[in-house]
């Protein structure tokens, strides 16, 4: 009797993964045309920002959006969906993505005032993390801090990431997700907008991939430090 294999090759979820950061950056691309005075510049790849590095935006009112995009080719099963237990685990040689994400803001925010960390994933939150975020106005959700603090064991836990409770709480105040992100529906509603609300072309549509995709793989692109300061068309 032979093992059900899964249909999904052994590279699928890494290039699913690069096309879901494409569409995410497009998504944001295609903001950016429809409201030009959103940002000032935008950068991809921004090696420079640590582990909140996929897509990273400067606002004109001076806040830098630090999105990072995970991807699971598995949405719908149970076990890829996200608790704070599971945002938190960590081994010897790998810390944990939480700490990933703190230490990189803590390094952002020495430079930049205001910041906003956004994680996009098609995920679905449940347990711990399910019930302490609320959906907020931006369309993100955030931390509810004072359901989180009413659970002391999970917030000492999570204390650990940072030199003090003080600051895990600044961070978790900047910290936004965007959860159930479906690949195939971002991609058709980024289309959608582009060619029905800003009058795109399909000629024009697969410049604007194909552009995006070239940003990704290429350093300091465009030139000089890869910083894209209006919006490609």
Known sequence: MTKNKSTYTGIAGIRKGFEYQDAQAIDLFIRWLMNPQLYRWVKLEADEYGYLDDIVAYRNDETIECIQVKYTLHPDAPKTNWTWEDLIESNEKKPS????????????KTSHENVEVIIVTNRSPTGSLYS???????????????????????????????????????FLKDLRFNFDRNLKTLWEHNHYKFVNRLGGTEEGWNSLKKTTREWTLKRNEPLPDGKNLFPPC
């Open 132 to 170: 302490t975020v609320e959906p907020s106005s931006e369309g993100y959700f955030k931390v509810n801090l004072k359901r989180l603090k009413s659970d002391k064991e999970l917030f000492s836990k999570l204390s650990k990431i940072a030199e003090s409770k003080e600051e895990l709480e600044k």
């Open 97 to 108: 993505l939480l700490k990933k994400w703190f230490d990189s803001w803590k390094t952002i």
